[in-house]
């Protein structure tokens, strides 16, 4: 793909630079969310899992050692070599867009988690990855979107940080444009100047119950945290949806 036409989460999320910025995400936070979806949706031993958006798996890898049969997709080429050095006979990953049908009606559990949504600039292509969850899905499965809680980053947002984090020194500047929170992120590395962005859709409980409504799943529940609480739009970190896809 010619570089003038990649689109910011190409550059970004191909870049080793990203996982510098985030390395401070918490894998006992992850496993936290694995246990207790675990214990809320009681899968039994020989379900299939897709975890779409996976980044370098650490998602898939935590349920993949608790027994599960494990598929993990990302548009990233970097993310996906990265994690293939974990693969085993129940656990797989390949380079995907989440938008393109992958499996019709294979797995039980479909996750997508940690704000891996939102990021194309035109709402059908949106509603055209819910559509792709679902069709991915047995009727009677499950969907697990984690978002984040676009309205109350809204109400609080931080328009200028710096992070130091080894020998680079990340400014970070935040906006919201055009109903996306857009991330601007510069820094010096060797004497070389990078500037990436990140432009995430400022998403709504309205806006998914629209895409699952037209995708055809039905909701179960909504929860505000990884402890699964219920959500509070004023106070809540996170936007967790337990979708089901009706029996035929």
């Not at 609080?156 to 990340?170: A, P």
Request: aromatic share 14%.
């Amino acid at each position: 793909m010619p570089e003038k036409t990649k689109k910011w989460y190409h550059n970004w999320f191909d870049s080793h630079y990203y996982h510098i910025l985030y390395n401070q995400r918490d894998e006992k936070e992850a496993e936290l969310l694995m246990d207790n979806l675990c214990v809320h949706l009681t899968p039994s031993a020989d379900v299939k899992i897709l975890d779409v958006g996976c980044g370098r798996g650490r998602h898939s890898i935590y349920l993949n050692k608790k027994g599960y049969n494990v598929t993990g997709i990302d548009l990233s080429p970097e993310n996906i070599k990265f994690a293939t050095a974990s693969e085993n006979n129940k656990l797989h990953f390949y380079v995907h867009d989440m938008r393109n049908l992958f499996y019709i009606n294979y797995f039980d559990i479909v996750f997508n988690l940690f704000t891996s949504f939102g990021f194309f600039e035109k709402d059908l292509d949106n509603q055209h990855a819910v559509n792709m969850f679902t069709k991915s899905i047995k009727p009677g499965g499950t969907l697990v979107l984690d978002f984040m809680n676009a309205e109350k980053i809204r109400k609080n947002l931080v328009v200028r940080e710096t992070k130091q984090i080894g020998n680079i020194e990340f400014h970070l500047q935040r906006k919201i444009v055009n109903q996306s929170i857009v991330k601007n992120i510069d820094f010096e590395d060797k004497g070389h100047q990078f500037a990436f962005k990140e432009e995430v859709k400022a998403l709504t409980i309205t806006d998914f119950e629209r895409y699952f409504t037209e995708a055809g799943l039905l909701i179960e529940s909504i929860f505000g945290d990884y402890d699964l609480n219920p959500f509070i739009a004023e106070s809540s970190d996170r936007l967790i949806f337990i979708c089901k896809k009706p029996n035929d």
